[in-house]
């Protein structure tokens, strides 16, 4: 019984140690753990394959390690968690970063600003006096509210897609901003044009334009257009960019208020 076991024991014995061997015998040199020491046969013979491969030949892909324990750490992408370890950033050098950017509540609006959801740009664009339905004429361009609702089937303003299982997009991408500001130029004729008769930019019942009848903006108007109290630098901003106009073109005048009313808008609302 024991000389059968050991027929049927030994063979299988055997080829794991030799196989054991044959992977760490070859054209490659090795240290005593097995472990490559100089270039592999795939760098050296220019064989094919995974062999071809190795860690100081600098070609293929490399476990991700500590670059500076790596065999070539340019090669790997570290994120260091320990404050101790090498490439930690200067906490000095953090504070001086976050002097730079401002209070706290401009970081937290550079840092942290998510996307005006799909539902409420419409709202907001509604409660300007824009027309969501509203149609162009042949050969002109789409109005605010075309843009807007073909956004949404064109997935341009990040909506969510619920057949495919993916929620609304939380943060602008280039090309949602850039959509979001063509409907803000699209929009910006109709909520000047609305701006005294929606209940939105109402005080007391009494109504305020975005421009008063010498071609300034007016604080109540600009202040409605942002949802924000304006401030100083807001009012003086809002009158360079009207005062730009060409008094020689009589359309100069309409698309530069159209542009200004776009332009706050855009910032007001991608926390800019």
């Known amino acids: 019984m024991a000389k059968s076991y050991l027929g049927w024991v030994l063979p299988g014995l055997f080829f794991t140690i030799g196989f054991g061997f044959a992977a760490c015998v070859g054209a490659d040199p090795t240290g005593d753990d097995c472990e490559p020491t100089g270039a592999g046969s795939g760098a050296a013979g220019g064989g094919g394959g995974a062999g071809g491969a190795s860690p100081t030949s600098g070609g293929g892909a490399q476990s991700a390690g500590d670059p500076e324990t790596s065999e070539d750490g340019d090669n790997n992408f570290h994120h260091p968690m320990d404050p101790t370890q090498p490439g930690q950033q200067d906490p000095f050098e953090i504070l001086k970063k976050r002097a730079a950017e401002g209070p706290p ?95 939105a930019c109402k005080i007391s019942g009494t109504g305020y334009p975005v421009f008063n009848a010498e071609g300034n903006c007016t604080y109540y108007g600009l202040s409605c257009i942002m949802g924000r109290p304006a401030t100083d630098d807001d009012m003086e901003l809002c009158n360079l960019m009207v005062s730009q106009a060409d008094g020689s073109k009589p359309a100069d005048l309409p698309n530069k208020r159209a542009l200004t009313v776009a332009a706050f808008l855009a910032a007001a609302h991608t926390c800019q």
């Open 105 to 199: 509540e401009v970081r937290t609006r550079l840092h942290s600003c998510s996307k005006l959801t799909y539902s409420s740009l419409g709202e907001f664009l509604v409660s300007r006096g824009v027309n969501l339905d509203a149609v162009a004429v042949a050969g002109q361009p789409p109005t605010a509210g075309q843009l807007y609702k073909s956004a949404a089937t064109k997935d341009a303003l990040g909506v969510a897609n619920f057949d495919a299982r993916m929620g609304e997009a939380y943060f602008y991408t280039i090309s949602a901003a850039t959509k979001l500001f063509d409907i803000f130029v699209q929009a910006a004729p109709e909520i000047i044009e609305k701006a005294d008769e929606v209940e």
